[in-house]
């Protein structure tokens, strides 16, 4: 669900835009993904009318480094009010600086607002432009008085410097720095291929926000081969805010173009370069950069070599195929997956100290792109996908490729933000989404946990060969099962599902007590869900598939918001796990102008709130349907074809609960009917002792399922999700589980 951000009349806006840059203890029925969101805080914008400021003012101490559609401020007090005034002073933006007292302008929207710089910071979201060229001021209206800096005036691109700055500066081989236009310094490694004496030698520069001028290296792919060419003098240039580069790190901005442009002219300039004209490699991210600096026509570029690179930012990246690629991500600044073999981790969260950090997480995501093919190959590729379940595979996947996260760490590094976020003046709201598998098979909750759940099964060598077993024989985690569990081995399975659940019980409570000493935790809604329950046998059944039963779709659905809802209030009225969405939005205001077909008035009608009101608005009504996941029937195919009839495993499953009753209709027969009140393990089936109300219930359940298939098509018409054109989705989808 996106954020919302209050506005001068009240308006709301998603939290992204794709336009913008960046500033700166439940048993069974736990779910075995557990799901925590939140909805945090408000913040306020104010008017940018001219003369917004005070006239008693005092000389800023700050410093101030205009660039290229840029300006910087460094040495300020950490969390002031940082705003931009223009030459008619009128307030233009106000930034919160950072930590370290730093703040960097490089966006104006339409109308003033106040943003957070730093990490956590929030993306701007209203309408905007780049920062244009210009006369400006900076004025600390945190301080008293209000200290501003002297005018400074912000270049353009082709504010180029006299040629006489690019003579004046002199690289040698090896490590060393280029100085640009706005006096920021950018590292790079020089390598020749000989020495300086048998030169000059023709030139090529590697311009990139990855490791290009990393000395322990050998350059980036482009430098690599012109280096095998032989007779190629390669120079690596990190761009500004990364490696060892000085400024910040603003993707595609005009001052890294700029930059480009000042790099080109210092290395031609210097007397190891082949007739003083240097060319261009690099692939992917160096490939671009070409096009970019190329754009500002540097007399001293001689060609440009660029490869695997985007033609058309908005037909390729933001409509590819025309269709706006949101992915999963929508809504949200920072998308982090703490499972498979290369997680992708926030900085804060690696023991490296910057820039290692930076680093560590850029080859990260790397070896998460290459390993991308990998994963798709086993999740379409049926004898892949076969083959992975087999015993002596499980292991490496489900331990060494992190099957479920890292749970513990990321609840850990979520508290981390929260506790450094209370440290900062509150002023946009935020909203957090955390999926949690820890009750997944296999389970390995820390010994401490067992030993409170289940004493007996340190002592007991069959119970732990029994879990080595089940942790080893991923096929058994979703197939029916041919004969019924024993029963230590029915006590083991259930009581490491309770141990896991204590476990994660345990370092949720963290986070509940961080949630508990913040400002706003009157005015934040915590909702905790499940998003399936796990079987255990029951049924005949293992895991979460194939079934309709409440181990299934039963899951518990807590909400905390002190402002709103009373502490101990208990509904017993069933009500469906979407609702999660509609009461989120409700909660965040008004909805924002994107948000399509949407309807406020559904949005709110179908609130918890309103069932907690007592206006249920689906008549105490809950719907579920079951698919049957067909990769895992092909596998029980291949090995136990016989299970697939006797267990109905390619029949779509419906159920509706109303009261105390529940129907299931399998291939949309009525198949059985049960009293939830009186047979809550839904062990007697009542449909044909009870024909009217079997009757009457799937009257109901037809009833429902027509009109949610009628909003699906409703909701679908004009859009296609095509999760193989889609990469992003297809990824974020199955961090959480929801596709193999």
């Keep these: 669900m996106p954020t919302g951000r209050a506005l001068p009349e009240g308006r709301a806006v998603p939290a992204r835009h794709p336009h913008r840059r960046r500033?700166?203890?439940?048993?069974?029925?736990?779910?075995?993904?557990?799901?925590?969101?939140?909805?945090?805080?408000?913040?306020?914008?104010?008017?940018?009318?001219?003369?917004?400021?005070?006239?008693?003012?005092?000389?800023?101490?700050?410093?101030?480094?205009?660039?290229?559609?840029?300006?910087?401020?460094?040495?300020?007090?950490?969390?002031?009010?940082?705003?931009?005034?223009?030459?008619?002073?009128?307030?233009?933006l106000t930034l919160v600086t950072d930590d370290e007292g730093q703040a960097n302008f490089a966006y104006v929207p339409d109308e003033h607002l106040t943003y957070e710089t730093g990490t956590g910071g929030t993306l701007p979201t209203a309408e905007g432009q780049p920062l244009s060229p210009g006369t400006y001021t900076i004025r600390d209206e945190s301080a008293d008085p209000v200290a501003e800096s002297e005018p400074f005036d912000v270049m353009a691109i082709d504010d180029v410097p006299d040629e006489s700055f690019y003579d004046e500066q002199e690289v040698g081989e090896g490590f060393g720095y280029v100085t640009t236009r706005d006096g920021v310094t950018l590292s790079v490694m020089v390598r020749l291929p000989g020495p300086i004496e048998d030169g000059p030698y023709p030139t090529v520069v590697e311009y990139s926000g990855y490791g290009p001028s990393n000395p322990g290296g050998d350059g980036e792919p482009g430098s690599m081969i012109a280096g095998l060419?032989?007779?190629?003098?390669?120079?690596?240039?990190?761009?500004?805010?990364?490696?060892?580069?000085?400024?910040?790190?603003?993707?595609?901005?005009?001052?890294?173009?700029?930059?480009?442009?000042?790099?080109?002219?210092?290395?031609?300039?210097?007397?190891?370069?082949?007739?003083?004209?240097?060319?261009?490699?690099?692939?992917?991210?160096?490939?671009?950069?070409?096009?970019?600096?190329?754009?500002?026509?540097?007399?001293?570029?001689?060609?440009?070599?660029?490869?695997?690179?985007?033609?058309?930012?908005?037909?390729?990246?933001?409509?590819?195929?025309g269709i706006l690629n949101n992915g999963f991500k929508r809504g949200f600044n920072r998308f982090y997956n703490y499972g498979g073999a290369f997680p992708s981790l926030p900085e804060q969260s690696s023991p490296l100290p910057w820039p290692l950090n930076h680093l560590l997480a850029s080859y990260t995501q790397f070896l998460r792109r290459i390993s991308y093919p990998i994963q798709n190959f086993f999740g379409r590729s049926d004898l892949a996908f076969r083959l992975s379940l087999n015993a002596w595979l499980t292991p490496l996947w489900s331990r060494f490729a992190n099957f479920k996260g890292q749970n513990e760490r990321s609840v850990g590094d979520l508290v981390t933000f929260l506790q450094q976020r209370e440290q900062r003046p509150a002023r946009q709201p935020l909203f957090l989404f955390v999926n949690l598998m820890e009750t997944h098979l296999p389970f390995s909750p820390p010994q401490p946990f067992i030993d409170?759940?289940?004493?007996?099964?340190?002592?007991?060598?069959?119970?732990?060969?029994?879990?080595?077993?089940?942790?080893?024989?991923?096929?058994?985690?979703?197939?029916?099962?041919?004969?019924?569990?024993?029963?230590?081995?029915?006590?083991?399975?259930?009581?490491?599902?309770?141990?896991?659940?204590?476990?994660?019980?345990?370092?949720?409570?963290?986070?509940?007590?961080?949630?508990?000493?913040?400002?706003?935790?009157?005015?934040?809604?915590?909702?905790?869900?499940?998003?399936?329950?796990?079987?255990?046998?029951?049924?005949?059944?293992?895991?979460?598939?194939?079934?309709?039963?409440?181990?299934?779709?039963?899951?518990?659905?807590?909400?905390h918001w002190p402002r709103r809802i009373r502490a101990g209030t208990r509904e017993a009225t069933p009500v469906s796990t979407r609702r999660v969405f509609h009461t989120m939005v409700e909660a965040a205001g008004r909805?924002?102008?994107?948000?399509?077909?949407?309807?406020?008035?559904?949005?709110?009608?179908?609130?918890?709130?309103?069932?907690?009101?007592?206006?249920?608005?689906?008549?105490?009504?809950?719907?579920?349907?079951?698919?049957?996941?067909?990769?895992?029937?092909?596998?029980?195919?291949?090995?136990?074809?016989?299970?697939?009839?006797?267990?109905?495993?390619?029949?779509?499953?419906?159920?509706?609960?109303?009261?105390p009753d529940k129907l299931i209709m399998v291939d949309g027969a009525a198949d059985e009917?049960?009293?939830?009140?009186?047979?809550?393990?839904?062990?007697?089936?009542?449909?044909?002792?009870?024909?009217?109300?079997t009757q009457q219930m799937a009257e109901l359940l037809e009833r429902a399922a027509s009109s949610l298939e009628r909003q699906r098509l409703s909701l679908a018409a004009g859009a296609t999700l095509d999760l193989d054109a889609d990469e992003g989705l297809l990824q974020q989808l199955r961090a959480l589980g929801y596709i193999e």
């Design 23 to 92: 500033l700166g203890g439940l048993r069974r029925a736990a779910a075995v993904a557990t799901s925590l969101a939140l909805l945090l805080g408000a913040c306020t914008g104010d008017d940018g009318e001219a003369g917004g400021g005070s006239d008693d003012t005092v000389a800023a101490t700050f410093d101030v480094r205009p660039g290229v559609e840029i300006a910087t401020v460094t040495g300020a007090e950490p969390g002031h009010d940082l705003t931009l005034v223009d030459a008619e002073g009128t307030r233009l």
């Design 229 to 321: 060419l032989g007779g190629y003098a390669t120079v690596g240039v990190n761009m500004r805010g990364t490696g060892c580069s000085g400024g910040v790190f603003d993707v595609f901005s005009a001052a890294q173009q700029a930059d480009g442009y000042d790099v080109i002219e210092a290395i031609a300039r210097q007397p190891w370069v082949k007739g003083n004209r240097v060319g261009m490699v690099g692939l992917s991210y160096s490939g671009i950069t070409q096009l970019y600096v190329a754009a500002t026509r540097p007399p001293s570029l001689a060609a440009i070599t660029p490869l695997s690179v985007i033609d058309d930012t908005y037909r390729s990246t933001l409509y590819p195929g």
């Design 452 to 559: 409170r759940v289940a004493p007996y099964f340190r002592r007991d060598r069959e119970a732990r060969e029994i879990l080595r077993r089940w942790n080893r024989e991923a096929y058994r985690w979703a197939a029916p099962l041919a004969e019924p569990l024993g029963e230590l081995e029915a006590r083991v399975l259930s009581d490491l599902y309770d141990a896991e659940v204590a476990y994660q019980d345990d370092y949720l409570g963290r986070l509940f007590d961080t949630l508990r000493e913040r400002r706003q935790r009157d005015n934040t809604l915590t909702v905790i869900v499940g998003d399936h329950g796990d079987g255990l046998g029951e049924h005949g059944y293992m895991g979460h598939a194939f079934v309709a039963y409440q181990e299934l779709v039963h899951v518990p659905l807590l909400l």
């Design 591 to 659: 909805l924002p102008e994107a948000a399509g077909k949407v309807s406020p008035a559904e949005v709110r009608s179908l609130s918890f709130l309103e069932t907690l009101l007592g206006r249920d608005p689906e008549q105490g009504r809950a719907y579920a349907e079951v698919y049957p996941p067909l990769n895992f029937v092909r596998a029980i195919e291949s090995r136990q074809p016989e299970l697939l009839e006797r267990f109905r495993c390619l029949s779509l499953r419906r159920a509706l609960v109303q009261g």
């Design 673 to 693: 009917l049960f009293r939830l009140d009186e047979d809550p393990h839904e062990l007697r089936d009542l449909r044909d002792s009870e024909p009217e109300k």
